[in-house]
């Protein structure tokens, strides 16, 4: 009866961050509401719905994407201030049936060794126990062309099991995948893992844990660590930044790890997590539930910008009230990244330099 209650657990533990890509829909254009601003200023959200939001930067292009559960659509834009004008592509759909068929989660696009990637999460049903990572390859100058190629799953082939919210980041000439799952098929405790890379589709080594919850703000509504983001800092250090609590509940929001000086990606002990959350709600702006981020460069490369989505309300939860907004962020003494409070809805910002 105990392994009957543990394997159930784990789809109940998730089911509301499934159901929130399930509800969501494909990214369609709107008019944000700018007209009354000045052209130097905006205001979030950049789109009225957008979970695990994502944009990559090549050279003075934008490119984003979000959850929508059922295609991977990217949309490009010169200035990411203005994504609500922007067209929407899908540029791939998943097969009907097969271990990528269900529940595409929080795709993220790279540009490695002169190719584009896509890593996305995905299932072979509505069973999230059946969740991985894959990639896709697109040799195309543009990734809104060409065709896209699947590479497979990518993964541990020794710990094959729950995997979410896979990302890839160069350090130190060195190529490295991180990613959200858990420890073993009977657990629902999500982890952060990282491991080195042979090339963009295959690990060259085997998983390693850096994080798990620990402290009580990364265990509201459940003990999660995911959706991890590397971010180098200007003296060149590591960073990762990784979503923590249930995202269904207000306090889904942000913890750190910083790598120590000389130290190796792969050794736990040489990763130090920051013992407080370093993006959270604010009560008095409405944003709630602020998480699954991404970072990027400034059009002209002068600023560092954070997007995240978020609800403009308490208790909406984790579906399709969720969206995409983005803020300047700098840096500490210490060489930290100062995100700052989430911004109010409407709240006038500056655009990113050169837009």
Not at 34 to 46: A, E, I, K, Q
Not at 135 to 158: C, R, S
Not at 228 to 236: D, N, R, T, W
Request: with cysteine; net charge positive; aromatic share 12%.
């Amino acid at each position: 009866m105990k392994k009957v209650i543990i394997i159930i657990v784990l789809p109940l533990a998730l089911f509301i961050s499934w159901l929130a890509c399930a509800k969501s829909s494909a990214p369609k254009q709107y008019t944000a509401p700018v007209s009354s601003l000045r052209d130097s200023l905006f205001y979030n959200p950049l789109l009225p719905s957008g979970a695990d939001p994502w944009v990559y930067k090549k050279g003075t292009v934008f490119y984003y994407m979000a959850t929508n559960g059922v295609n991977i659509t990217i949309l490009k834009t010169a200035a990411i201030s203005a994504l609500a004008q922007a067209p929407a592509k899908t540029v791939w759909s998943p097969p009907a049936s097969g271990p990528d068929s269900k529940n595409i989660w929080a795709p993220e696009l790279h540009y490695l060794n002169q190719k584009w990637y896509l890593y996305y999460s995905a299932g072979a049903s509505a069973d999230l126990s059946t969740q991985r990572c894959f990639v896709l390859e697109n040799t195309a100058d543009d990734p809104l062309t060409g065709q896209w190629t699947a590479k497979g799953k990518i993964g541990d082939p020794d710990a094959d099991y729950f995997s979410i919210d896979g990302s890839v980041f160069e350090y130190n000439g060195k190529l490295y995948f991180i990613w959200s799952g858990t420890a073993s098929g009977k657990d629902n405790i999500q982890r952060i893992y990282i491991a080195e890379m042979k090339n963009p589709w295959t690990l060259k080594t085997h998983r390693i844990q850096i994080s798990m919850p620990e402290y009580s703000w990364e265990k509201t509504g459940g003990q999660v660590n995911e959706g991890p983001e590397a971010l180098i800092g200007p003296s060149g250090d590591l960073f990762i930044i990784f979503s923590v609590s249930q995202c269904a509940t207000d306090d889904y929001g942000l913890g750190q790890l910083r790598l120590k000086t000389g130290g190796d990606p792969l050794n736990p002990a040489d990763w130090i997590k920051k013992p407080v959350p370093v993006f959270s709600k604010s009560i008095r702006n409405n944003v709630f539930g602020p998480g699954h981020n991404g970072f990027f460069k400034s059009k002209d490369e002068q600023e560092d910008w954070i997007i995240y989505h978020a609800n403009n309300a308490s208790g909406q939860g984790c579906g399709g009230t969720r969206n995409p907004r983005i803020q300047k962020f700098t840096w500490n003494a210490d060489g930290s990244p100062r995100f700052g409070e989430p911004a109010a809805v409407a709240q006038k910002q500056t655009k990113p330099s050169g837009e």
